[in-house]
């Protein structure tokens, strides 16, 4: 919330006498805010205006004929600031002053907020010396049309022309940025941010809606309400809390709002508009109430606060036509609709040039009805950003009084004696506190008598019953719900620098669990294989199954829907990491990066219940319920994926280069299962989204935990990715989690070299036969290695002939080359045994 420094000092001024002449810095206000736990975005001076800023009366006033847009020359008494008494020809196209009217006038060498320096130039046929200054000129406002700045005589007071204008223009101040918290919507005024400052330097706190003269109202021209205003029908499925009419008759429609009032509202941010918008407004930052004005003379017959009908149309007064929800909120009289309850009003009921008679109106509505309604129609107003957070109903009778005094006394009227109200405030239950209780919790030592202060500064009503103290919050404060909200607000206003921050000591020698070493090498290992590691989203979009061409009961589909998605086309928590790897590799390829190699590790979520019980949230829930809880939890298991597209090593003057094909994405999760120190098996396996000739099932144990290979045309097509694109997902909560890794035994003699050559079916895995001579092949073998796969006429139809590398090792000895042949032969035998392999010579 934006707000003047000198608006707050001086209604803490008013509230405390024996402070009158209290003051502090900017910077001082700042860290005032910050000690009863209030951010402030920063603060900004009023833009300094150096040379010859002055009062003015404007004497005379010659309209211009000729020019293409309206012009006036007019006469300015700046007294003897130009140093020879005589008026001051001026040249000025707005049209909210009039002859006989105080200004304020830059004089020739006046430099203006951005370095605008003002001279005196011919222009329009006449030599125009000085500028008469607009709030924007004088850096006020951002907003270009806010017209000249016209001052009253009440507000010039003994200011002659030709005086310093700086301090009647109020220029002397700074404008606080104040983060309000969702929780403190009280603190949307300058009644809520007074209270926190008071507390703040220890200053008595009078509230200006219980004392209208801090804010210097007068109410005695707000009769007490004798009568109905209007008939006011109030349905109950609106859920509005209070709702409140007044009426002024008579006033001058012509009549601007006075200079202070329009200063104020642009310091905040707001435009003036006119006297009773520009009223509703003030109101709106004084107490933190939003109200709203309508034109009498357009109001037929009485009011019904009701739910829209699903597809009406309004046109709020941003000359938007709307078409509302059923659940919208809308005010409406005999004609139709009036106003979008809590957001903005219509403009069939706009004050404007000719409005004589108002209604007032002050209410407090729902605020998750006003949030919705808010958001549907992406309208967010001042009003709508408190009515969200909640409003003081108590405020109601107080708003429409305060509303109707300034009205009266700014533009004349009358304030009938009608209001038609509806609704009761509900006060909270007291609470009961501790005294004890702040401290225990704390460990700071607050006395009885700091607990009941700090709480009534709050405005919170506390009665002493000895053993507790019961503590009733106030109408505005609906985030006070149980006793550690107090003590919250007790510990916040008595000092968060009194609470020394003690950090519990570690217990040492526990370091990582296996499943995070786990995860860290898994990481290691594939980033030192040159894989760059990205960060996966958790969301999906909603048709990637579809385009991978599942079927509806797969295991993938077991999505967790998000009930408020960032973005509606991504609203499922994935299964898999391949969507989110997927577009990864579509944003690179698309910005000119074909070559690439990418792994990720992330959780994925597999729905186990449509929904989770809810349970009662009064009371500590039952073993059985928190099972319940936890069963209904989606699964959400760690895996590792690697995605790769284009070449692995580069093509270059060195020669061709090598692509990354289904061989390197089946070997991203061989160094998977090295970094996690378990035996990988590999065998075929038809997957969606991999082609059915070119994945490989991944098995730790017997027990399926991924698949890697090139992904199938049709869903590279689907997804518009690169051909030949590769993947490899595998589930690393599958894979036992070891818990030590021991240090590999090297031998220092030499291995022997040994290969063999294997025909078997065409349909028999590689893997298997590799593993079957492994076996056979005892202990003195090392590694083996398939490096060349034959296929001839000579070898008889649906037979491949499969060429290992066999490397054997003993540890006490050097290998001769028939002890190796031996353990080559038995492989041999043993292959022949089991899969009908018969040895090439």
Partial sequence: MYIAQNWLTGLLQLMDEQHSDWSVSAEGMDAGFVSVGFETEGYEPIPETTGDLVLGRVVEIEELTGFKKP????????????????????????????????????????????????????????????????????????????????????????????????EIAGLADTVFEVNITPDRGYALSARGLTRELASAFDLTYTDPAQDPTVAGIDLAAVPEPQAEVLDLEVREETKAQRFGLRKVTGIDPSVESPYWLQRELMLTGARPVNAATDVTNYVMFLLGTPMHAFDAAQITGGLTVRNAEEGESFETLD???????????????????QSLAGVMGGTTSEISESTTDVYFESVVWDPRAVARTSRRHKLSSESSRRFERGVDPALVETALDYACALLVAIAGGTVTNERSLYGDIHLAEPIDLRPEHPSELIGVDYERETIVRRLEEIGARVVDRAEVLAV???????????????????????????VVPVLPTPRGGRGLTAAQRRRRAVGHALAYQGYTEIL??????????????????????????????????????????????????????????????????????????????????????????????????????????????????????????????????????????????????VANAEQLPWHPGRCAQLKVADEVVGYAGELHPQVLENLGLPERTCAMELNLDAVPA???????????????????????????????????????????????????????????????SLALKLLFRADDRTLTDEEANEHRLAAAELAEKELGATMRA
């Fill in 71 to 166: 012009i006036r020359y007019c006469q300015v008494d700046v007294g003897e600031a130009n140093g020879t008494g005589e008026n001051q020809g001026i040249i000025c196209g707005a049209r909210n002053f009039a002859e006989g009217d105080l200004v304020i006038v830059a004089l020739p060498g006046t430099v203006l907020p951005g370095g605008f320096e003002i001279s005196a130039r011919k222009t329009y046929d006449h030599i125009s010396a000085g500028m008469i200054c607009s709030a924007a000129e004088l850096g006020l406002t951002d907003k270009q049309n806010s017209g000249i700045i016209v001052i009253s005589e009440n507000e010039a007071g003994d200011a002659q022309p030709g005086d310093d204008a700086r």
């Fill in 472 to 498: 009733t919050p106030p109408t505005w404060r609906t985030d006070i719900s149980m006793p550690e909200d107090l003590i919250e607000e007790v510990v916040r206003l008595d000092g968060l620098d009194k």
């Fill in 319 to 337: 000359h938007v036509e709307r078409t509302l929800s059923a659940e919208d909120v809308v005010i409406c009289d005999e004609t139709g609709i």
């Fill in 738 to 800: 070891s818990t030590s890794l021991p240090a590999p035994v090297l031998s220092s003699f030499p291995a022997l070299h040994q290969d063999i050559a294997l025909v078997v079916d065409e349909d028999t895995p590689a893997e298997t036969v590799r593993r079957i001579v492994e076996k056979g092949a005892g202990d003195l073998v090392e590694s083996v290695e398939l490096f060349d796969i034959f296929r001839g006429e000579q070898l008889g139809e649906g037979k491949k």
């Fill in 536 to 681: 996966p989203s958790p969301f999906i979009k909603n048709t990637t199954f579809d385009d991978w061409g599942l079927d509806a009961a797969d295991e993938p589909r077991k999505t967790v829907a998000v009930r408020n998605p960032l973005d509606s086309d991504y609203a499922q928590l994935g299964t898999t990491l391949l969507p989110a790897m997927l577009e990864a590799v579509e944003r690179n390829v698309a910005r000119g990066r074909g070559d690439l190699s990418l792994y990720g590790v992330q959780q994925v979520a597999f729905r186990r219940a449509d929904a989770s019980p809810m349970p009662d949230v009064t009371r500590r829930p039952s073993e059985e319920t928190v099972r319940e809880l936890v069963e209904t939890l989606p699964h959400q298991p760690l895996h590792v994926a690697t995605v790769g597209v284009g070449e692995i090593d580069a093509t270059g003057p060195w020669g061709e280069g090598r692509r990354y094909t289904w061989a390197e994405a089946v070997e991203s999760a061989r160094i998977v299962a090295r970094a996690c120190g378990v035996e990988l098996e």
